[in-house]
């Protein structure tokens, strides 16, 4: 058990009455705004205190109001980037990593500093002082400052909220290499699914101050009845892939999952590298039979699981292929006119430039951020 | 005598207002400051009251609030004797006299400068701090004072300037004793009450105008550079 959280609060009109338990790896927060996100990771930083409940962490009580027990926020250890970085704007960059540094208790190896500033690629900026820094310049060293004061967890409020999707893409990698590299488990507050499909091992999804449901992040993204709370436009499955094969000739990389061979532009990772493919549901066609002289190069065989709510033009449809788990967004006169029903053999249908390198997270290294900004044009 | 050069006597004069002026505003810092914090962060019963009696020395007639402190820290009033008695601290007709009422004087300006700026200093970096592992003090230290230079340095100046000006409290509380609580403004007074006084009076004027331009000058060139330290885009 890494994080236990059962807290009662009100601000205002607004109760929080949120309880859930989790192990390590990166854990997302996520829900619409005013679910409660950022409270409750205030309230795990010590920044709130809660009205009633407990917050462990690890094997440390942080909180808990029924044995009047509250440590103050400087003693946590817990590490926290704020939305809007909140770099102090009269110490250099150098000055604002260190600042923790003062106060953490020195249990490292001396090169944790040269480690966490090639991780996070901001040795250039050291003597510039946070105004001259541009948007992802800000975040980066707001990840390194909370790092190097030695935290237990990390706490990331919607890093990425006040980026355009150019600096989105340059700090992505970053957040990835820090779950992947240094074992600090993160709690990260998002209400983009995209961003939480790309970096969650577990999905925490909140709804107006309440755990809607916990679990891992494939599991609670391809459950139909929670579309309402995870979002239905950007739905989709998330399918862990290995790069098989690279197509020269035509810029292509194949990548192997449970659910067949996926074709997609050419992706800068070597062969045998693990990837997470994130499908969405509007990209998916379905047809009953395997269909020829077709464009769209990802054609997987399945039957269907289950059909989701259906009221207005659209309903989802999922499906299993092989064990993996498609979802495909139709309307519900294409289900009538197919007769999809559960047990139906069927075969999807994925284009393949609908599967980007924003559908990708992983080891990618050298996809630099102006191939990133170009996908994003 | 050359009419642009000073007098010994007038020489004195300026030391003296510079010596008071420097400790009155020095000696004050520390408090103003903590005034300050506990007037913008603070939520205490009275908190209009310490407002109200820190702006007093501002509305009430220079005059009444020497008279004030004649009454207060003269040789045998409450707060004077005890100080002359325990510390053997004297305000009565010496330069200290002048200082503290100069400092009185000024404390209003002062306060109400480092207030704007705590008020200004975004709590959310405060609270950046706390999650970085640094108690209240540290906070204190590291992050809002700092963040406050610009605003103690405004405080300072204002507190200086009130200092050399001042005229109608020191005069009534300490007198107006050259070498000892003769200040500036007081010596000016006397030269005008002397028959043939205009030329050291106008003296002692463009020195006065010389010591406010430079204290200006200097304001305005420490806060450019606080600016600058805060490098807002």
């Known amino acids: 058990m890494m994080l236990a959280i059962d807290i009662k609060h009100s601000l205002g009109d607004f109760r929080l009455d949120a309880r859930f338990q989790t192990g390590g790896g990166l854990i997302a927060l996520f829900g619409r705004s005013g679910s409660g996100k950022t409270s409750i990771i205030n309230i795990i930083a010590g920044l709130i205190r809660p009205e009633q409940g407990h917050v462990t962490v690890g094997d440390d009580i942080l909180v808990d109001t029924a044995r009047g027990v509250f440590v103050p926020r400087h003693r946590r250890r817990i590490g926290y980037v704020f939305q809007e970085g909140r770099l102090f704007p009269h110490l250099t960059v150098r000055q604002n990593l260190l600042y923790g540094r003062w106060f953490a208790p020195q249990v490292e190896d001396g090169d944790d500093l040269e480690r966490v500033v090639d991780l996070l690629g901001i040795g250039p900026l050291f003597e510039r002082r946070p105004g001259r820094l541009s948007g992802g310049e800000k975040q980066r060293v707001a990840i390194g400052r909370a790092l190097l004061a030695n935290p237990r967890l990390l706490l990331m409020d919607e890093p990425l909220a006040s980026l355009d999707e150019a600096r989105k893409a340059e700090i992505l990698p970053y957040i990835e290499r820090l779950r992947d590299q240094t074992h600090i488990p993160i709690v990260y507050v998002s209400h983009s699914i995209a961003e939480v499909a790309r970096l969650a091992s577990t999905l925490v999804l909140l709804s107006e101050g309440k755990v809607a449901a916990v679990g891992p992040t494939a599991d609670i993204m391809h459950r139909l009845d929670l579309f309402p709370l995870t979002g239905r436009a950007e739905a989709g499955a998330i399918v862990e892939a290995t790069v098989e094969r690279h197509d020269e000739s035509f810029a292509l990389t194949e990548l192997r999952s449970r659910a067949g061979l996926w074709k997609l532009p050419r992706l800068e990772a070597p062969i045998g590298t693990r990837l997470r493919l994130r499908v969405r549901a509007r990209d998916v066609m379905l047809a009953k039979s395997a269909p020829t002289d077709l464009s769209a190069l990802n054609i997987l065989p399945g039957v269907v699981a289950d059909i989701g709510a259906h009221d207005g033009p659209i309903a989802e449809v999922r499906l299993d292929c092989s064990g993996e788990m498609l979802i495909a967004r139709l309307t519900r006169y294409s289900v009538e006119r197919l007769g999809l029903a559960a047990g139906v053999p069927i075969f999807a249908l994925v284009k393949s430039v609908a599967l980007d390198r924003r559908s990708l997270s992983g080891p990618i290294q050298s996809l630099s951020s102006a191939d990133a900004e170009a996908n994003d044009a | ?233």
């Not at chain 2, 207030?115 to 809002?144: I, K």
């Not at chain 2, 340095?153 to 409290?169: D, P, Q, S, T, V």
């Not at chain 2, 020195?207 to 430079?214: D, F, G, Y």
């Open chain 2, 1 to 233: 005598m050359d009419w642009m050069t000073l007098s010994p006597e007038e020489w004195t004069a300026v030391r003296l207002s510079l010596k008071v002026a420097f400790v009155a505003t020095l000696v004050s810092l520390p408090f103003g400051i903590a005034i300050a914090m506990l007037l913008a962060r603070g939520r205490f019963w009275g908190h209009a009251l310490l407002n109200g009696l820190v702006l007093l020395p501002l509305i009430l007639p220079p005059v009444v609030t020497g008279y004030l402190l004649l009454i207060l820290f003269g040789r045998r009033g409450p707060i004077g004797g005890f100080l002359a008695d325990t510390f053997g601290i004297v305000f009565s007709f010496r330069w200290t006299g002048a200082a503290l009422a100069c400092g009185v004087m000024g404390f209003p300006l002062l306060v109400r400068a480092i207030r704007l700026s705590a008020e200004a200093v975004d709590a959310r970096l405060e609270e950046a701090a706390g999650t970085l592992g640094a108690n209240r003090a540290w906070v204190f230290l590291t992050v809002t004072l700092p963040l406050m230079v610009p605003g103690i340095i405004a405080g300072m100046i204002l507190c200086f300037a009130k200092a050399m000006g001042e005229f109608g409290a020191t005069i009534t509380f300490v007198s107006n004793i050259p070498g000892e609580t003769q200040t500036l403004p007081s010596a000016i007074y006397t030269f005008t009450q002397v028959p043939g006084g205009d030329a050291g009076a106008l003296r002692l004027t463009l020195v006065s105008v010389a010591i406010s331009m430079l204290a200006l000058l200097a304001s305005e060139l420490m806060a450019r550079r606080a600016n600058r330290r805060l490098d807002v885009e």
